[in-house]
């Protein structure tokens, strides 16, 4: 099996503007699963991305371990997060040996499983890799989140990135895809820029694929919360997921 590599030329890039999220939902995370895990508690960042998550796990006194597919996003994963652990590996096909109390998995990292097959075998594998009792969460674009912000382009001009974003959602296949047109500096007093193209795609499930599908894995307690109406967040047509390992 190939590792999930994408976000390798769009690293730089992420880890500035992007970033931001997993830190804005960590009182949702708080309520979902942390606030009853006790510090020093091992909690695995599945798809870790660069790391800002797992910088304010470990700082609350958690241990933490991340792991992502793309080595470049990791690499400011580590800096931004000496303090964790992190592993270049796919969430199809990574192994630790670690067990979990808490999985997380933030900002729709796993709609870019691309069948439900591939999605069934990272549920297999994070139950595996959890506790008896252990809680995962994780957070997915449905339909109408894609509908509703995959919709169009956009840019971001800084000092040191210029980036130009076109987004389409293809209602019929359920396929969403991010192309992206990245300009870095590529010397110190920014006269060279380097330009990178990335495409990222995406997949939506449904909440009922997504339960039966944990519920496959063994998983129980599948509780499913709606980010807008449950934790009244701006975003439509996130979802957020709620499992237990018996
Ligand atoms: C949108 S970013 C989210 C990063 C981080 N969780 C956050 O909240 O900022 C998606 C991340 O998932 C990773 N990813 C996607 N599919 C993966 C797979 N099959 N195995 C490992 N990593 C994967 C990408 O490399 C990327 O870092």
């Known amino acids: 099996m190939e590792r999930y590599s994408d976000y390798d030329d769009f690293a730089q890039v992420y880890n500035r503007h992007w970033g931001g999220f997993s830190i804005r939902i960590i009182p949702i995370l708080e309520q979902m699963a942390l606030d009853v895990c006790p510090p020093g508690s091992a909690i695995l960042d599945l798809c870790c991305g660069t790391g800002q998550l797992a910088k304010e796990l470990a700082t609350c006194g958690y241990t933490v371990t991340g792991v992502d597919g793309s080595e470049k996003m990791l690499r400011h994963a580590r800096q931004n997060a000496p303090n964790a652990n992190f592993y270049c590996a796919d969430a199809r096909s990574f192994s630790l040996p670690t067990d979990f109390a808490v999985v997380l998995s933030t900002y729709d990292s796993l709609n870019h499983l691309l069948t439900l097959e591939d999605l069934a075998t990272v549920f297999h594998n994070v139950y595996r890799h959890l506790q008896s009792g252990g809680v995962f969460v994780f957070d997915m674009n449905l ?41 870095t500096p590529a010397d110190e007093d920014n006269t060279l820029w380097q330009r990178n193209d990335v495409t990222l795609t995406q997949r939506a499930y449904s909440v009922e694929e997504l339960t039966e599908t944990l519920a496959g894995a063994a998983f129980s307690k599948i509780e499913a919360f709606d980010g807008r109406g449950d934790f009244a967040m701006r975003d439509e047509g996130r979802a957020f997921f709620r499992a237990i390992k018996r």
């Open 143 to 183: 339909d109408a989140g894609f509908r509703s912000r995959w919709a169009g382009s956009f840019s971001i001009v800084a000092d040191s990135s210029v980036v130009v974003v076109d987004a389409r959602y293809d209602e019929d296949e359920r396929l969403a895809t991010m192309t992206m047109t990245l300009f």
